[in-house]
C-alpha cells in the first residue's frame, strides 16, 4: 500500500471508519478488535455512537444515515434480552455485559455484568439523545430510546456499603469485590449514576470516590495519579472538564483537564527518560497506556531480563510503573486536547515513521514494540485495531479541533444534573448551553 502524508484529517477519517464500517448490520455493535474477531464491546459501541456525530459533522456520512445507524443500535439495544440467567442474555437491571458475542449479541462466556462499560455506552447513547434534537421521526425516537436506555440503568443496585460502585456482577458469583476508587477512567461513570433521575446514587459517593486520589509529584508534575493514559482520556472524550472543580480540584487551583495534561507529560518524560533501556524510545516515540503486546513471556536481552506482555494496562506514575517497551498511538492520539504541542508531532511521526508497519484502512494498529525481536527481527507491531483505543483518537481529535462531544454533552441534563450534585461550579457549567 502507498504511503498517504499524514494529516489530522486523514487520521480522523479512518479512524471513524473504524465504527462505521465494521459495526454489525443486525445489532449496531463495534467488534472489540479486528481483523481478528472474537466478540462485540459495549464501550466501543458507546464510542461508536459518538464517532457518528463526528463523522456527520466532517462530511464522511450524511445526517440522514447517521441517524438511521444510530437508531438501529439503540433499537436493537433496547431490545436485546436482559436478566439474571448464566447465558442466553444481553444484561440484567440496564446493565450490559462487557463483552457480547457476534453472532446473537448475548453475553460472551463468562465475562462481568459491566459497571464501567455499561457507563460508557451509555455515554454514547447521551451524546446521541442530545446530537439529534430536529423534529424528523428518526431523530424524536433516538432520543425517546435513548432516555429509555439511560433511565433503565439501577445505578443504585451496583452501589456497595461502602459507598462505592461494584466493578461489576456475575450471576454464578454476585458482585465483584473490587470497587471504583478514584482517580482513574470512571469519573463519566459517577456523574451519570449521581445524575439519575429513577436509579441515582448518593451525591455523597463523589465525596468517596475523591478520599483515595493520590496527589503526588511524577517526573516533575505534580497531579492526580494513575498510571495508563486511558484513565486520564475516557472519561474527557465526554465531559468538558475546562474550567469547572469540585471542592478537591478547588483545594489544588486547577481543574481535571489541567491534572490530564500533567499527566500526558509525565507520561512522555517518563519515555524519554527511558529507566528500562527500552529500544525507540524518545521524544517522539512514547505512549503507554492499556493495549496489546508482544507475547506473555520473559526474555534476556543483553543481560537484562525482560518480562513482555500481551493485553496489558501499561502506564507509569509516582506509585506504578507498568512497561515492557510497548508504545500505543492512542496514548498520544487520546491526549491530543491536553497537550497538542507534544502529541500532535508524536502522531505525525508515528504515522511517517511507521506507515507500512503500523497504519492501514482503519488508521493506527493497536501497538508496537522495538524492544522485542523475537521472531521478530524489525520490532514487533500488532495486526489488530482494538475498538476501545480507536475512539479516543477519533473523539478527542473532533474535540480539540471543533469541542463537538463536549459541546453536545454539555446540553444533556443528566451529565449537568450529576455535576452539579458531585459538587462542580464554575465555566461552562454556570452558563449552561440549552439555557
Known amino acids: ?69 444510530t437508531l438501529m443500535t439503540l433499537r436493537a439495544l433496547w431490545a436485546m434480552p436482559q436478566g439474571p440467567q448464566e447465558s442466553g442474555v444481553s444484561g440484567y437491571k440496564g446493565f450490559f455485559y462487557h463483552f457480547l458475542t457476534l453472532d446473537q449479541a448475548t453475553r460472551f462466556k463468562q465475562v462481568e455484568l459491566s459497571s464501567i462499560d455499561t457507563g460508557l455506552l451509555m455515554a ?75 436509579h441515582p446514587v448518593p451525591p455523597e459517593v463523589w465525596d468517596t470516590w475523591c478520599e483515595t486520589y493520590r496527589w503526588m509529584d511524577f517526573q516533575g508534575f505534580e497531579h492526580i495519579n494513575f498510571a495508563p493514559l486511558f ?15 469540585d471542592e478537591y480540584m ?8 489541567e491534572n490530564s495534561r500533567r499527566a500526558t507529560l509525565a507520561n512522555r518524560a517518563y ?85 507500512h508497519e503500523l497504519i492501514d484502512t482503519f488508521g493506527f494498529k493497536d501497538a508496537f514494540n522495538p524492544t522485542y525481536q523475537e521472531d521478530h527481527p524489525d520490532g514487533w507491531f500488532d495486526p489488530d485495531y482494538l475498538g476501545i483505543d480507536q475512539g479516543p483518537i477519533a473523539l478527542q481529535i473532533q474535540n480539540y479541533e471543533t469541542g463537538l462531544i463536549w459541546n453536545v454533552m454539555k446540553k444533556n441534563p443528566y451529565i449537568q444534573e450529576g455535576l452539579r450534585k458531585a459538587g462542580f461550579t464554575g465555566g461552562w457549567l454556570d452558563h449552561p448551553l440549552n439555557q
Open 250 to 257: 478547588r483545594s489544588k487551583g486547577i481543574d481535571y483537564f
Open 1 to 69: 500500500m502507498q504511503s498517504v502524508p499524514f494529516s489530522m484529517d486523514e487520521l480522523k477519517r479512518r479512524t471513524f471508519l473504524y465504527f462505521w464500517e465494521l459495526a454489525d448490520p443486525q445489532f449496531g455493535q463495534i467488534p472489540d478488535r479486528y481483523p481478528s474477531l472474537t466478540f462485540s464491546s459495549i464501550a466501543a459501541t458507546g464510542f461508536g455512537l459518538s464517532a457518528y456525530l463526528t463523522g456527520i459533522e466532517n462530511g464522511y456520512i450524511s445526517r440522514e444515515d447517521g441517524a438511521k445507524r
Open 124 to 198: 454514547g447513547i447521551l451524546s446521541a439523545m442530545s446530537y439529534y434534537d430536529g423534529p424528523e421521526e428518526a431523530e424524536v425516537n433516538i432520543r425517546s430510546l435513548a432516555d429509555s436506555l439511560y433511565r433503565r440503568v439501577e445505578w443504585d443496585w451496583m452501589l456497595n456499603d461502602s459507598m462505592r460502585l461494584s466493578m461489576g456482577w456475575h450471576p454464578e458469583k454476585g458482585f465483584i469485590a473490587s470497587d471504583w476508587r478514584g482517580y482513574n477512567e470512571a469519573m463519566v461513570l459517577l456523574i451519570m449514576a449521581i445524575g439519575s433521575p429513577t
Open 231 to 245: 484513565g486520564h482520556q475516557y472519561s474527557q472524550m465526554f465531559i468538558d472538564f475546562r474550567g469547572i472543580q
Open 271 to 355: 519515555c524519554i527518560q527511558n529507566p528500562g533501556a527500552f529500544l525507540g524510545y524518545d521524544s517522539m516515540h512514547w505512549g503507554l497506556t492499556a493495549c496489546d503486546g508482544p507475547a506473555n513471556k520473559t526474555v534476556d536481552r543483553a543481560g537484562q531480563s525482560i518480562r513482555f506482555h500481551d493485553y496489558w494496562a501499561r502506564g507509569a506514575c509516582a506509585w506504578q510503573i507498568h512497561d515492557d517497551g510497548t508504545i500505543a498511538p492512542t496514548a498520544a492520539g487520546g491526549s491530543i486536547p491536553f497537550a497538542p504541542e507534544v502529541c500532535i508531532p508524536t502522531v505525525e511521526h508515528l504515522w511517517n515513521d511507521y506507515y
